[in-house]
């Protein structure tokens, strides 16, 4: 295995279009993470999944924003409508969490989304 | 969110010289994490603390976990050129959803 692998590396859209990433996990690793990040910044955390339940969203996930992970591997992000504010890198990271065992965060290289 | 602070914000250090960082939180974390983040990659795990007062190695790199679990700290030595790059610490409150909470970075410059 590889890693986490996201894609597109990076995405140019136009204000008001859709845009949807892909991450692929480390693939013994059931829990799943969306974080973004803006210059100068640290990531900040979007939602996470527990295999296919999406178990916490932040106040940053607005209702433009969804995410999916229908079979517990890859997860999907979609931003709706998308706004010039939304121009930042989406990080995807996974991690195993095996009782009382919890791997820390392995991050993808991101997405990184301009919008004009 | 949480707020963890970092310090410093940046640094420029000669190679071979020995750099230190810190991260403060006002709650209490369980783990600490700490990453290298180069330009337009995502973050590498560098270290991860998970007892108070832990103290953990990798290479030329040691990170400890404050013993009042509100800090934790990063020291790397004998720099080298490759060391460049923004530096963040991560942590995890207890029973808060596991969801990690990110430091600003200390962005790193050595000079050869």
């Known amino acids: 295995d590889t890693g986490v692998s996201q894609n597109p590396r990076h995405k140019i859209t136009k204000r008001g279009q859709n845009v949807t990433f892909r991450c692929d996990p480390i693939?013994?690793?059931?829990?799943l993470y969306w974080y973004r990040q803006t210059l100068g910044q640290g990531p900040e955390f979007l939602t996470y999944?527990?295999?296919?339940?999406?178990?916490?969203k932040s106040r940053l996930l607005s209702d433009r924003f969804s995410a999916e992970r229908p079979k517990g591997s890859f997860s999907t992000l979609e931003i709706q409508r998308t706004e010039q504010g939304d121009s930042a890198m989406y990080l995807c990271a996974s991690s195993l969490v095996k009782g009382t065992y919890n791997s820390p965060l392995h991050f993808g290289n991101g997405t990184r989304l301009t919008v004009t | 969110g949480q707020q963890l602070n970092q310090s410093p914000q940046s640094m420029f250090i000669q190679e071979g010289e020995d750099v230190s960082m810190n991260c403060t939180s006002s709650s209490i974390f369980n783990t600490w994490l700490w990453y290298k983040q180069d330009p337009g990659e995502g973050p590498v795990l560098l270290i991860a603390?998970?007892?108070?007062?832990e103290l953990t190695s990798n290479g030329r790199l040691t990170a400890q976990f404050g013993i009042t679990r509100k800090d934790s700290f990063l020291n790397i030595s004998a720099s080298i050129p490759s060391d460049v790059g923004i530096y963040f610490c991560a942590g995890q409150l207890p029973g808060a959803g596991n969801q990690f909470y990110f430091g600003t970075g200390t962005s790193l410059t050595v000079i050869p």
């Open positions: 603390l998970y007892k108070a007062g």
């Open positions: 999944f527990q295999n296919e339940a999406q178990l916490e």
């Open positions: 693939s013994e690793h059931n829990r």
